[in-house]
């Protein structure tokens, strides 16, 4: 790896040192998705400058960390609504790190093509299906 003079961290030049960098990236929101997290930090505890932790997403990606992150969240929204479809949908988005649901559901629908509330209305007669073969021999 080469060093910029201006830094003291590794530059990741070629195609694997940016994929390392947004799998390491993708560990750490794995690891903190619910929490406020910023590009500085998030470069900071992988060992990587932020800007050039955005180049490795926007050659890897095709997105800014922050939009990887976003999507990262839906999707554990997602199935979290899947899998709890009786939690409100404020104690989902909140656990996911999102900050509204209003703001929360536009995203979500933008990705998904489905509100929250539909979603998880389907959820519950899917469970209430689930409950009721169960229960039958």
Same mark, same amino acid.
């Given at each position: 790896?080469?060093?910029?003079?201006?830094?003291?961290?590794?530059?990741?030049?070629?195609?694997?040192?940016?994929?390392?960098?947004?799998?390491?990236?993708?560990?750490?929101?794995?690891?903190?998705?619910?929490?406020?997290?910023?590009?500085?930090?998030?470069?900071?505890?992988?060992? +990587?400058? &932020?800007?050039?932790?955005?180049?490795?997403?926007?050659?890897?990606? #095709?997105?800014? !960390? @922050?939009?990887?992150?976003?999507?990262?969240?839906?999707?554990?929204?997602?199935?979290?609504?899947?899998?709890?479809?009786?939690?409100?949908?404020?104690?989902?988005?909140?656990?996911?790190?999102?900050?509204? +649901?209003? &703001?929360?559901?536009?995203?979500?629908?933008?990705?998904?093509?489905? #509100?929250?509330? !539909? @979603?998880?209305?389907?959820?519950?007669?899917?469970?209430?299906?689930?409950?009721?073969?169960?229960?039958?021999?």
């Amino acid at each position: 790896m080469r060093f910029a003079p201006w830094r003291h961290r590794p530059i990741p030049i070629n195609r694997n040192q940016q994929l390392d960098v947004v799998n390491r990236a993708a560990r750490y929101f794995a690891h903190h998705f619910s929490e406020e997290i910023s590009s500085e930090e998030l470069a900071h505890s992988i060992g +990587v400058s &932020a800007e050039w932790l955005d180049l490795s997403f926007d050659h890897c990606r #095709g997105k800014t !960390p @922050f939009q990887a992150l976003q999507h990262f969240r839906l999707s554990r929204l997602f199935e979290g609504i899947a899998q709890q479809p009786n939690s409100t949908l404020q104690q989902q988005v909140h656990s996911c790190g999102l900050a509204s +649901v209003m &703001a929360a559901n536009r995203l979500f629908e933008e990705l998904f093509g489905i #509100g929250l509330a !539909p @979603f998880r209305r389907i959820c519950r007669r899917a469970a209430a299906d689930q409950l009721l073969r169960r229960g039958q021999p």
